[in-house]
């Protein structure tokens, strides 16, 4: 049974800074990102019928997952748009499948622009991804001597 809900964070705007801070300890401190940057580019990418936007998973009133909907997350596949990206669950609230749900979420959002074929997201993860549905495309180079498995969701099934 879900104990969550899941909505707009442009519609919670009162989870900005904490959804913001999970990012950038998750992934943008390491990348050298202050705080402050992150949370600038939280405010300034949410939408609600476009790309970019960002949902959040709220239980007992308070945010407990976000993903977001971005035009790119990849400096060297600029070619493939919309991606799903910053797909974050609290510890103290994985494995209750609320990272399938918000993938879920973000495909729908997705969709309903009806003006996609494809859904990508880049990740260092195997065989989670494959389970829900997306594919594999390729192994990319990001641009720092690293690679990344690139996948995605055909959105017109």
Same mark, same amino acid.
């Given at each position: 049974?879900?104990?969550?809900?899941?909505?707009?964070?442009a519609?919670?705007?009162?989870?900005?800074?904490?959804?913001?801070?999970?990012?950038?300890?998750?992934?943008?401190?390491?990348?050298?990102?202050?705080?402050?940057?992150?949370?600038? *580019?939280?405010? $300034?990418?949410?939408?609600?019928? #476009?790309?970019?936007?960002?949902?959040? =998973?709220?239980?007992? !009133? /308070?945010?407990?997952?976000?993903?977001?909907?971005?035009?790119?997350?990849?400096?060297?596949r600029?070619?493939?748009?919309?991606?799903?990206?910053?797909?974050?669950?609290?510890?103290?609230? *994985?494995?209750? $499948?609320?990272g399938?749900?918000? #993938?879920?979420?973000?495909?729908?959002? =997705?969709?309903?622009? !009806? /003006?996609?074929?494809?859904?990508?997201?880049?990740?260092?993860?195997?065989?989670?991804?494959?389970?829900?549905?997306?594919?594999?495309?390729?192994?990319?180079?990001?641009?720092?001597?690293?690679?990344?498995?690139?996948?995605?969701?055909?959105?017109?099934?």
């Open positions: 049974m879900e104990h969550w809900k899941i909505c707009n964070l519609d919670r705007p009162a989870y900005v800074e904490e959804v913001s801070r999970w990012f950038w300890e998750e992934w943008d401190r390491r990348d050298g990102m202050t705080l402050e940057e992150v949370t600038y *580019r939280t405010r $300034h990418a949410l939408g609600r019928d #476009q790309v970019p936007q960002m949902l959040v =998973a709220e239980r007992d !009133g /308070q945010p407990v997952g976000a993903v977001s909907l971005w035009r790119s997350d990849l400096g060297t600029q070619d493939l748009t919309p991606w799903l990206a910053t797909l974050y669950v609290r510890a103290d609230c *994985r494995g209750q $499948h609320l399938q749900a918000l #993938q879920q979420a973000c495909i729908q959002a =997705a969709r309903a622009l !009806g /003006q996609y074929d494809f859904l990508y997201l880049k990740t260092e993860h195997e065989n989670y991804y494959e389970r829900t549905g997306w594919e594999f495309v390729e192994q990319v180079p990001t641009g720092t001597g690293e690679t990344v498995r690139v996948y995605r969701y055909d959105l017109r099934r």
